[in-house]
C-alpha cells in the first residue's frame, strides 16, 4: 500500500493539482488509484480465468455452494421431458441454452460476427408505446418483451437479427484518424407475424457477471447521494437513479443491474434472465415466457414436476451465491508511467463524474464478506443521457429512450484475454475503449471532446490506464 500511496503522490506532484474526484476522497492524492478494486475481495489474476473465480476470502465450506453454483450457471439446459434430474425444461421458446453460452467464462458478449452466426450473445428488447400495470415496458403482443431467436422442436422461433454496419471517420485535432461502425438492424424469419410499425427495440449485449455481489451490497442511500438530477453542481451531469418494480418486494424499489438499471436485486436480475434468455421458470417467475397467439409454445410439456418451477430453489439459491461471489480481478501496472499518466487523464476529462471511483458497501449479512468494503468499480450505478446517437429509443420504466445506466469499468481490460474480443457498449458497436470513447455524447460530450482534443500520447496512456484496470 505504501508503493500506491507513492504512486499517487507522484500524480498530483506531476500535474501540479489538486485533484478531486466524484465519489469522495481527500483532495491531494489519487486515493483510488489501487489495485484492490474489489476490497478484500479482489483476486490478483490476470488469465482466462480472472473473471471466473470465487472471492478469496470465501469460507472453504461455501467453496461446494460455489462450485454448484458455476454447475448451474455452465449446464446446458434440455427440453423437458429428459433424463437429466433437474436441468430439463428448456424453453419452449429461448436464446442461448446456459448462462455461460451469453457470459462466456462470466464475460462480456459480443454482437454477430456474420449474418448467419448463430452463437452470439446479442439480444433485442421489444415494446411498444406506453407502460405496463407496473410502469415498465408495454410488451410485444405476439412477441413479448424480447425476440427470442430459437425454439425447441415444435415450437416456431420468433424471428432472427441481421446486423450491419456502416463506417463512420473522424479526424482527431493533431491528425489522428479514426472510424466508428454504425449499426443497423433487420429482423428477418418472423415467426409471429410483422412486428408493429411503432415497435421499440433495444439490442443488449450480456455485460460481465462478476463483482455483481459488490454493487449489490452498496446501499441505496449512496445511490441517492450520488444522483444530481437537475445538475445543481453546473458540470452538465445530472444523474439518477432508475425507481423499478421489485417483483419479489411486492414495490418500487431503486434499479442498479442491467443496462439501463431496471432491476432492483441480483435475484431478481438473475430469475428474470433465466425466464428471458433460456425460458426456465423459477417460484419468482412461474409462467413460461410464451406471448399471446404461440399455441405450439403454449403446449410445449414443462420441465418442473408437479407444477414446480424448472430451476428449483435449491438450484437458484446457489447460482445466486454463484454470480455473487465472483471475484473482481486485480488492476495491474500501477507503477507504470503510461498508466499514471493515464489516471489523471482520466481525471482531466472529466470521466468520474459518472465512472465514479470509489464506492463503499454497507452490511450485508447474506454473505458477510461483502459487507463495509471500500470498492473501485468506476460506476455510480445511475442513469446518464448519452446523446442521440447511442440513443435507443425504447424507455425503461423511468429511463428514457437515451438514458443508460453507468456501466462499472473494474476488469475492463481483460476483456481480450477472457473473451477474445474488444466489443464494447450496450450493443457491442464500440470495437475498442478508443471507439466507446468516441461514441459518448451527452452529458459525457464535454469529456469525449476532452479527450479528442488531447494529443496522441496522453490519449494512448488514458487507454492504457483502462487496459490495466
Request: net charge negative.
Amino acid at each position: 500500500m505504501a508503493a500506491l500511496a507513492s504512486i499517487a503522490t507522484a500524480l498530483v506532484a506531476a500535474s501540479g493539482a489538486s485533484l478531486v474526484y466524484a465519489g469522495g476522497s481527500s483532495a491531494g492524492t489519487l486515493a483510488w488509484l489501487k489495485a484492490e478494486l474489489g476490497g478484500d475481495t479482489t483476486l490478483v489474476i490476470a488469465n482466462e480465468n480472472a473473471y471466473a473465480r470465487p472471492i478469496p476470502t470465501m469460507p472453504t465450506e461455501q467453496l461446494r455452494r460455489f462450485t454448484f453454483g458455476n454447475r448451474v450457471f455452465n449446464t446446458n439446459w434440455v427440453t423437458a421431458p429428459a433424463s437429466v434430474d433437474g436441468f430439463d425444461g428448456l424453453g419452449p421458446l429461448f436464446n442461448r441454452v446456459s448462462c455461460s453460452a451469453c457470459h462466456t467464462r462470466d464475460g462480456r458478449g459480443q454482437p454477430p460476427r456474420s449474418d448467419d452466426e448463430s452463437d452470439h450473445s446479442l439480444l433485442i428488447r421489444l415494446s411498444v408505446p406506453g407502460v405496463d400495470e407496473h410502469g415498465g415496458p408495454r410488451p410485444v403482443g405476439h412477441y413479448g418483451d424480447q425476440l427470442n431467436e430459437k425454439a425447441i422442436l415444435g415450437v416456431p422461433a420468433e424471428g432472427r437479427t441481421i446486423v450491419q454496419y456502416e463506417e463512420k471517420y473522424g479526424t482527431y485535432p493533431d491528425g489522428g484518424r479514426y472510424s466508428l461502425a454504425v449499426p443497423s438492424y433487420t429482423f428477418v424469419a418472423l415467426g409471429y407475424g410483422p412486428l408493429p410499425v411503432d415497435v421499440q427495440f433495444s439490442p443488449r449485449v450480456a455485460p460481465p457477471v462478476f463483482g455483481l455481489g459488490l454493487l449489490e451490497a452498496v446501499p441505496d442511500e449512496e445511490l441517492v447521494a450520488l444522483a444530481d438530477e437537475n445538475d445543481a453542481n453546473g458540470d452538465g451531469v445530472s444523474g439518477r437513479v432508475n425507481h423499478v418494480w421489485d417483483r419479489i418486494a411486492g414495490r418500487t424499489a431503486i434499479g442498479r443491474f442491467g443496462w439501463k438499471a431496471n432491476q432492483p436485486s441480483l435475484r431478481q436480475q438473475d430469475a428474470g434472465a433465466a425466464l428471458g434468455d433460456i425460458g426456465l421458470t423459477t417460484r419468482w417467475f412461474p409462467r413460461e415466457n410464451v406471448a399471446e397467439d404461440q399455441p405450439e409454445a403454449a403446449a410445449a410439456p414443462s420441465g418442473g414436476a408437479n407444477g414446480e418451477p424448472e430451476i428449483r430453489d435449491d438450484f437458484f439459491d446457489r447460482l445466486l451465491f454463484y454470480t455473487r461471489t465472483l471475484a473482481v480481478p486485480a488492476a495491474r501496472n500501477l507503477d507504470s508511467a503510461a498508466v499514471r499518466n493515464g489516471a489523471r487523464l482520466f481525471e482531466r476529462v472529466g470521466c468520474p463524474a459518472c465512472h465514479v471511483a470509489t464506492l463503499q458497501t454497507g452490511d450485508f449479512p447474506e454473505i458477510p464478506q461483502l459487507s463495509r468494503q471500500e470498492i473501485h468499480p468506476f460506476t455510480d450505478l445511475l442513469l446518464h443521457d448519452m446523446g442521440p446517437e447511442l440513443a435507443d429509443g425504447r424507455p425503461d420504466f423511468e429511463a428514457t429512450g437515451s438514458e443508460w445506466r453507468t456501466p462499472p469499468l473494474w476488469g475492463i481490460g481483460l476483456t481480450e484475454v477472457v473473451n477474445r474480443h474488444t466489443r464494447f457498449l450496450h450493443d457491442g458497436r464500440a470495437r475498442s475503449l478508443e471507439e466507446a470513447i468516441l461514441w459518448h455524447g451527452g452529458e459525457a460530450e464535454s469529456s469525449r471532446e476532452r479527450f479528442v482534443r488531447s494529443n496522441k500520447r496522453d490519449r494512448e496512456d488514458l487507454l492504457a490506464f483502462l487496459r490495466n484496470l
